[in-house]
């Protein structure tokens, strides 16, 4: 009964998105459906398909549509994009050629869609005006080995019945039985009926039992199983190859980046680990290798412009850290033969409070307009947090080396610096270095644990080692090296396991490649040092994080402890001055805020505005006032501002002062219906 259910739930589920699909395709406007029905059918992935269908304007559309073909450009960047140019000759091609002896367009034509899939054959060979087989083309390909394609290999053609269109054949589901226009011998008898087919046309039956040239179908007496095969090959060659990431990015994205970043996603590799500093601070260290750097030239130099956006939201969707950064880069003619030759990497850190979060990093190109992104999901423990290894840094080679003055870089555990490229691809003379962290270690496990380094390879142990932890001097830190002279290239998994009198008390895991080739371009890096732990930002950082998660006293302990260190710091002012408006301390706001207003330059609204809040909340109504009016003669009227003053003149009983103010206030904005109020209730008095 249950087999029974499951099996309906599965077809429901497939019945209501295939409803849905044609729903939304219900819904679209012809020229779109003509696009996504014909233009495109064949050479659309899925993935492509169900975020065309998710955009909801033509905006939107006409954006995607020419993402999808700026993505398929063999020559990115060039005013002619061939491949857009190449299939649509096909289809007209196809329309033109193969829909004249059957009822329907030509593109529509099995011999249609794999023109149009496959190009111009090599050879074709025709079969026409026979007694004895059917009218039959047999095309034959070479050259198409880089969409996983054999070789060479034929392909098969028929009119089944002798008019119509011609169908693509199948060596296993026809037989050459169907075609032949007399055969009266046994129907699943493929062998006789391939001997007698190679009596009538000797050509034709050497495709029969076979599409693939030298397989010997014929000795096996049946039609090869891999031509097949070879037929789904060709119906998905299309895709094959295709980096589809860029149609999910360009849904994520659509309503964040600007219109001409929009259709130029570029792919990156990533990677992501958490570290704890010794002073207790957890840091997301991240990387980002964008698969290519586009530059312009000036004056023999060259030069670009990476703007980098972050931002951190727990797991209601609530903002609890944004960063902005600007990296400019600038290359003379030597420099760029250098930086051409090898993938840039992004390097850098943030401190991040304990809690489950999601990660979101764009980078944008503002020289060529392109962008691509990283996410991730976050997990930083607790202080009081039991034993936890963080994830496993794989790295080519390490350097034991302090950044000078105390001042911390991305991918430093400790005193090792840990040299990485993020697809984690290996030549076999490389050193595997691992790294990672083992925190809350108890006495116990420190004396008598045990780390165990296993590699796999197709899902079995090709080599194991095993480590006392007291063997490691710079604990919580473990780096670990393992030559690859042995590692023939495959893909390898790595489990790193702690265990404690035999028992397995947790483990990590990740991948790597170890490749066949002789070198590796290793990434360049970008990075820069930044300011000892000890430095009041971190506090900043992480008294602000605190805030934005609703913890409005742990908030005041960072956020306090940062401006006594910096009382001249506008950012870590405000901050403070934010804790202490929302725990209604504003007799502390004033003494924070005060030495901004009296500085020779303006200060930021805010400031003005929450002193003058915290002002107006203590009764102090002229200062209120005072402060509000300055906010006008430095950034202008606002409606909120007047409101305010309104108010304080109306608690002084200024009657006329409060009706000038917010009369000026309905002038702005007329739909206020509590101000409309308070001025009757005024005009009422007079």
């Known amino acids: 009964m249950k087999k029974e259910l499951s099996c309906f739930l599965v077809i429901l589920s497939v019945f209501m998105l295939c409803k849905n699909v044609a729903a939304e395709k219900k819904n679209l406007p012809e020229r779109y459906k003509k696009w996504l029905d014909e233009e495109v059918v064949y050479i659309i992935s899925p993935l492509e398909k169900e975020v065309f269908l998710k955009l909801q304007t033509d905006r939107e559309r006409n954006l995607f549509i020419k993402a999808f073909w700026n993505h398929r450009d063999p020559t990115s960047g060039s005013p002619e994009n061939e491949f857009k140019k190449e299939h649509y000759r096909r289809i007209n091609y196809a329309n033109h050629f193969f829909g004249r002896s059957a009822p329907i367009q030509g593109w529509k034509t099995d011999r249609g869609r794999i023109y149009i899939i496959l190009?111009?054959?090599?050879d074709v060979q025709r079969f026409e005006g026979k007694t004895t087989v059917y009218p039959s083309e047999v095309w034959f390909y070479q050259g198409k080995s880089s969409i996983g394609l054999p070789p060479g290999f034929h392909l098969v053609f028929f009119q089944e019945g002798g008019s119509g269109k011609y169908r693509l054949y199948s060596p296993l589901k026809d037989g050459p039985q169907a075609l032949m226009t007399f055969y009266y011998g046994d129907p699943i008898d493929y062998l006789g009926a391939y001997r007698q087919l190679k009596e009538l046309e000797p050509d034709l039956a050497e495709v029969s039992l076979t599409l693939i040239p030298g397989e010997q179908a014929v000795a096996a007496g049946r039609p090869s199983m891999s031509s097949d095969i070879l037929l789904q090959r060709v119906e998905m060659a299309p895709v094959r190859n295709l980096k589809e990431k860029y149609a999910q990015k360009f849904l994520d994205y659509k309503d964040i980046v600007e219109v001409e970043y929009s259709t130029n996603y570029i792919l990156n590799d990533s990677l992501i680990t958490i570290v704890k500093d010794p002073c207790g601070i957890y840091f997301v260290h991240y990387a980002i290798e964008p698969q290519r750097l586009s530059v312009n030239m000036f004056e023999n130099k060259y030069y670009t412009t990476l703007k980098l956006n972050g931002k951190i939201s727990d797991i209601k969707g609530e903002t609890v850290n944004q960063f902005?950064?600007?990296?400019?880069?600038?290359?003379?003619?030597?420099?760029?033969k250098y930086v051409n030759k090898k993938p840039?990497?992004?390097?850098d850190m943030f401190p991040l409070i304990p809690g489950d979060f999601k990660m979101s990093v764009l980078v944008k190109n503002e020289v060529s307009k392109e962008f691509t992104s990283l996410e991730r999901e976050l997990f930083i423990p607790g202080t009081e947090e039991d034993i936890q290894m963080t994830s496993l840094l794989l790295g080519y080679r390490v350097e034991e080396k302090k950044p000078p003055q105390g001042r911390i870089r991305p991918f430093q555990l400790g005193s090792y610096h840990v040299y990485f490229q993020a697809n984690k691809v290996f030549l076999r003379g490389d050193n595997l270095v691992v790294a990672f962290q083992i925190n809350s270690l108890n006495q116990a496990l420190r004396q008598k644990g045990e780390i165990k380094y296993t590699f796999m390879k197709a899902g079995k142990e090709f080599r194991s080692i095993t480590e006392k932890i007291n063997s490691y001097t710079n604990l919580p830190d473990v780096v670990e090296s393992f030559s690859l002279n042995d590692f023939l290239p495959a893909h390898y998994v790595l489990r790193v396991s702690l265990f404690l009198d035999?028992?397995?008390?947790?483990?990590e895991r990740d991948e790597f490649d170890v490749t066949h080739l002789g070198t590796i371009p290793r990434p360049w890096v970008y990075s820069k040092l930044l300011p000892a732990t000890n430095d009041p930002v971190y506090d900043y950082l992480i008294g602000s994080q605190l805030y934005n998660c609703g913890k409005k006293e742990e908030a005041r302990v960072r956020l306090e402890e940062a401006y006594r260190k910096k009382?001249?710091?506008?950012?870590?002012?405000?901050?403070?001055a934010r804790v202490y408006m929302s725990l209604a301390e504003y007799q502390k706001i004033g003494p924070i805020l005060l030495p901004f207003l009296e500085a020779s330059e303006p200060a930021k609204f805010e400031v003005y505005l929450i002193l003058g809040r915290a002002y107006q909340n203590l009764g102090k109504f002229s200062e209120t006032i005072d402060v509000l009016d300055k906010a006008i003669s430095h950034y202008g009227i606002n409606t909120n501002v007047l409101n305010a003053i309104g108010e304080c003149y109306f608690k002084l009983e200024e009657l006329e002062e409060a009706l000038a103010a917010w009369e000026k206030s309905l002038e702005i904005n007329s739909n206020q219906p509590q101000i409309k109020k308070n001025i009757e209730a005024i005009k009422e008095k007079k």
Do not use: A, R, T
């Not at 190009?119 to 090599?122: K, M, Q, S, T, V």
């Not at 902005?324 to 760029?336: D, R, T």
């Not at 035999?502 to 483990?507: N, S």
């Open 502 to 507: 035999g028992q397995e008390i947790l483990f």
């Open 567 to 576: 009382p001249d710091s506008l950012d870590f002012s405000l901050s403070l």
């Open 344 to 347: 840039l990497s992004i390097h």
């Open 119 to 122: 190009g111009e054959p090599n």
């Open 324 to 336: 902005e950064k600007n990296i400019s880069l600038e290359f003379n003619e030597e420099e760029i």
